[in-house]
């Protein structure tokens, strides 16, 4: 009869081959970390974290982030032997179309949490979700929600920004259940750690407020295992420091070369001999799912029946009554300031809402309720990132995978380009998370050219699945946040001005269409302009002067181009009409071309002047659109 030591054994051999028969089948993925890194992972299944393969998003199950992406191969042989709905048939279709993608998916895979693979994303996302059980715990109470996040993270990770970003703030919040896994074994892709990097992460750690855990050999189990005990004992997050050796147990074991090759055939049967492994590829001995199922399954399910016994949670709902807020119409207001009026006013309807400003909440106009979160104030809504766009985004989408919260981060609109990464990761993982931006145009003037977006509004438009919206007005905005709120597959960017404009008498509170026409033309039809957010009003005053001339001209408010192209081609032209179009937008051209050769955009860097000023300089004025429009429709 084998031991409790041999059955560990043979399950940690058992996952280091599964992952290197996973990878050598499709002859693509990463060993190294599969070997190195195998030992102290399951020991975290089978012996402390909580999970039911059963029903994987469980709301108070454990969560494991794996941020080392790249050991997807390693995740999935895992969740394979813990009895998740992941076949060997799965294993073996690893990187080709299917639920075991080469970097893990969000949604994809039953047991996965996050989509990773840009490395330093997990570690944020993972304090997102460690800020998540703080916030719930406090509203439902500990029987309801009382998890861990448990992250997986390598020397890679920890070089990238955003990752340091967030594990500052994480220690600053006092995110207690939060378990950082380093896996320590100084090699990256290039070659030792040392060719870029002399951080000593003790120090680094200590420094943000960390509780440091050194584990010299995490392939011993008794030794792990007090590490994680120690971690859940700490009023601070922990980070236990893993001095694996990447490859352990293969020809090149220590160094880059065995990294992101896969080990081919001849060197997996000697590391099986070496390892004493007797099993053919994708052999797995039933003693293994029998283990697991004594330890892992039996251990989780004594919390998931606890749990079950509870009445289920009533769900929050986002709706809320817009009475109030009607009553309430500017005749003009920058839509800065009509968001915040907005989200302060909606934030007391819908408890569900949490989140804040890259340290900006006094230019954005965006700031939770309840008071800050911290580790004195866990029923907090408001967080204060601090200037951390690159995190800020990522903690977002941790927030938002537990299914629960609706986060929203503010900062600048030309500060985009920090969070477009976690922006994309937004869409990829069909994450309902608000960006609100603001100061967005040339036209805020006097900051210059390095806070005026020009570019912004179509390289947003060009990720997939993230629906973009330039209000013109506060009617506008309060549809914006009807929209944000009632959809839960994609996220929303919206994008505000920090100058005063005009409420129009016929914009409307429904957006759905994403474009709508805000002036019907007097004369017979003859032109349609296309406008967003400020540029509206632009373009009303131009249609004027054009009506004058005799020009039929129609103007379509079009806050989102996302919504529009959902239409079909009949429904686009209802709108737009089948005459000449001109696009009138104050940023760049490129992402209105597939409507119309005729952009009156800006396609220069701005200056450091006032806004009338900046208008004449760069040729946006009224007179200019006009004389843009009769040259276009000659």
């Excluded at 806004?611 to 007179?623: C, G, N, V």
């Amino acid at each position: 009869m084998k031991t409790e030591k041999d059955l560990d054994k043979l399950c940690i051999d058992t996952l280091k081959l599964l992952g290197v028969d996973t990878i050598n089948n499709v002859n693509s993925g990463h060993p190294g970390i599969v070997l190195g890194a195998a030992a102290p992972v399951y020991y975290l299944y089978n012996y402390a974290i909580n999970q039911n393969p059963k029903d994987p998003l469980w709301p108070n199950r454990d969560r494991f982030y794996l941020s080392a992406g790249h050991g997807s191969a390693l995740l999935y042989s895992l969740l394979h032997l813990a009895g998740f709905d992941l076949t060997i048939d799965n294993l073996k279709n690893f990187r080709r179309p299917g639920n075991t993608p080469g970097h893990p998916e969000f949604r994809e895979t039953p047991g996965v949490e996050a989509t990773t693979g840009p490395l330093g994303q997990g570690v944020a996302m993972s304090v997102g979700s460690a800020i998540a059980e703080a916030h719930l715990n406090k509203v439902n109470g500990s029987k309801y929600t009382d998890y861990y996040t448990y992250c997986l993270c390598g020397d890679g990770d920890l070089q990238e920004g955003v990752a340091m970003e967030a594990i500052s703030l994480a220690g600053r919040l006092k995110l207690n259940k939060l378990i950082m896994l380093f896996d320590s074994n100084d090699i990256q892709l290039d070659g030792p750690t040392s060719l870029t990097c002399e951080t000593n992460f003790k120090l680094k750690f200590l420094a943000d407020g960390w509780n440091y855990i050194l584990v010299t050999n995490p392939y011993d189990k008794t030794e792990f295992l007090e590490a994680i005990r120690l971690a859940k004992e700490s009023d601070l997050p922990t980070v236990i420091e893993m001095k694996t050796t990447i490859g352990q147990g293969a020809t090149k074991e220590a160094t880059n070369k065995v990294h992101g090759s896969p080990l081919g055939i001849a060197e997996r049967d000697l590391l099986a001999e070496k390892l004493g492994y007797q099993y053919k590829p994708f052999e797995v001995d039933p003693l293994v799912y029998k283990h697991f199922q004594n330890n892992f399954l039996k251990r989780s399910l004594e919390k998931y029946t606890a749990y079950s016994k509870l009445k289920p949670l009533k769900t929050k709902s986002l709706d809320f009554d817009l009475s109030e807020l009607l009553t309430k119409i500017p005749e003009k207001q920058a839509t800065r300031k009509s968001s915040g009026d907005i989200l302060t006013y909606i934030s007391g309807q819908v408890p569900a809402l949490i989140g804040g400003s890259a340290d900006l909440s006094s230019s954005t106009c965006v700031k939770g309720v309840d008071g800050d979160f911290d580790h004195t104030n866990r029923l907090g809504r408001n967080l204060n990132f601090g200037v951390r766009e690159h995190s800020m985004a990522a903690i977002a989408n941790g927030i938002a995978q537990t299914g629960v919260l609706r986060p929203f981060v503010s900062g600048f609109f030309v500060f985009s380009n920090y969070m477009l990464p976690a922006i994309r990761l937004s869409a990829l993982q069909k994450l309902p998370v608000m960006y609100i931006f603001t100061h967005d145009s040339v036209f805020l003037g006097e900051d210059g050219p390095t806070h005026q977006p020009i570019e912004h509004l179509t390289q947003l438009r060009c990720i997939p699945n993230v629906n973009v919206i330039r209000p013109c007005d506060f009617k506008e905005t309060l549809a914006a946040y009807k929209l944000m709120l009632s959809q839960n597959n994609f996220p929303s960017v919206l994008v505000l001005t920090r100058q005063n404009v005009l409420e129009n008498p016929n914009s409307q509170l429904d957006i759905q269409k994403g474009a709508y026409i805000i002036k019907a033309e007097v004369n017979k039809h003859s032109l349609t302009l296309i406008a967003t957010g400020s540029e509206v009003d632009l373009a009303l005053e131009a249609a004027k002067v054009l009506e004058t001339k005799g020009q039929g001209v129609r103007v379509v408010s079009m806050p989102s181009c996302f919504l529009f192209d959902r239409l079909t081609k009949s429904e686009q032209t209802e709108i737009l009409g089948n005459s000449k179009i001109v696009a009138v937008e104050a940023g760049s051209a490129y992402s209105w071309y597939k409507y119309t050769p005729h952009v009156f955009g800006i396609n220069d860097f701005g200056l450091s002047s006032s806004e009338a000023e900046i208008r004449e300089k760069l040729k946006f004025t009224k007179a200019d659109l006009v004389d843009f429009i009769e040259n276009a429709v000659k």
